[in-house]
Nanobody, 115 residues
């Protein structure tokens, strides 16, 4: 499985960005499907995911500002990020739980939020 992420960039605090990830195969069974991020010098953290049942997870730091959505008919998962803060700056990675013992990661897309 290949995951292709796009949509990162440089924005000012308070602005919005939308990340998109497209998978190379059907995503109906992906569990979960979503986004992680890693800032310099910090461990990778889970940001937002959607289970195959439609249940969502959000890190406390992004609740109310980020929205994750998946469209299995298009094999995509998006992350709408509003009210961005400098601390949201990181490389964002698309993630998919493809099977019980198989994970897939995208190549990462850089998000930089200036104050």
């Amino acid at each position: 499985v290949q995951l292709q992420a796009s949509g990162g960039g440089l924005v000012q605090a308070g602005e919005s960005l939308r990340l998109s990830c497209t998978a190379s195969e059907s995503t109906f069974s992906f569990h979960p499907f979503g986004w992680y991020r890693q800032a310099p010098g910090k461990p990778r953290e889970k940001v937002a995911t959607v289970s195959k049942y439609g249940d969502t997870y959000y890190a406390d730091s992004v609740v109310g500002r980020f929205t994750v959505s998946r469209d299995d008919s298009r094999s995509t998962v998006d992350l709408q990020m509003n009210s961005l803060k400098p601390e949201d700056s990181a490389v964002y990675y698309c993630y998919a739980g493809v099977a019980m013992d198989l994970d897939a990661w995208g190549q990462g897309t850089l998000v930089t939020v200036s104050s």
